[in-house]
């Protein structure tokens, strides 16, 4: 899972000026802060404790042959095949060091903190942070997060066909600060 943090810049920063879209994209588009990082195989520390386990490490292509990341296997089996280094409940990646223990970052909410999204990587292989900024932000403003869930879920299924003709297991929560 991916922690994002959305604060709203200090208001001695907020612009009272007639442009009205530069005001919006102040007020709306504060500083984004990351509670946590993905964990992918091709991490240095990653890639040590997976190989440490055992593991073997594939390099994974497009159809257009662009590197996408690499993918975790038992020695001489093609499983499981994951592109990732940390997953909650994975028994067969687990014996390669896949591993569930999450990174955290320790953050005091304050009266500045808009929203947070928490997603897995359903979300976030297709969407960054500033994307997800960008689609949720106007749900915020209207206070409608039910319309951000679906908006941000709906994107990524899409995204997730228009790249892979798949769509990958997605969780999101969204929590607005009001």
Not at 43 to 49: L, P, T
Not at 137 to 163: C, H, T
Not at 166 to 177: E, N, P, V
């Amino acid at each position: 899972f991916f922690f994002l943090m959305i604060r709203r810049p200090p208001r001695s920063t907020q612009s009272r000026s007639s442009a009205a879209s530069d005001v919006y994209k102040r007020q709306v588009h504060g500083d984004i802060k990351a509670l946590s990082k993905d964990h992918k195989p091709q991490d240095a520390g990653e890639m040590q404790r997976v190989i440490s386990f055992g593991g073997v490490l594939q390099n994974s292509f497009d159809k257009k042959g662009n590197f996408v990341g690499a993918r975790v296997f038992l020695p001489n089996q093609g499983i499981p095949g994951i592109a990732m280094s940390r997953s909650i409940g994975d028994l067969l990646a687990k014996q390669v060091g896949v591993i569930w223990e999450p990174e955290f970052i320790e953050q005091t909410l304050g009266a500045e903190d808009k929203f947070l999204v928490i997603a897995s990587d359903g979300v976030w292989e297709f969407i960054s942070s500033e994307e997800c900024v960008e689609m949720v932000a106007p749900f915020y403003q209207k206070n409608d997060i039910e319309g951000a869930v679906e908006f941000l879920m709906n994107e990524s299924r899409n995204r997730w066909m228009v790249k892979d003709n798949s769509i990958d297991d997605t969780t999101l929560i969204i929590i607005f600060f009001v």
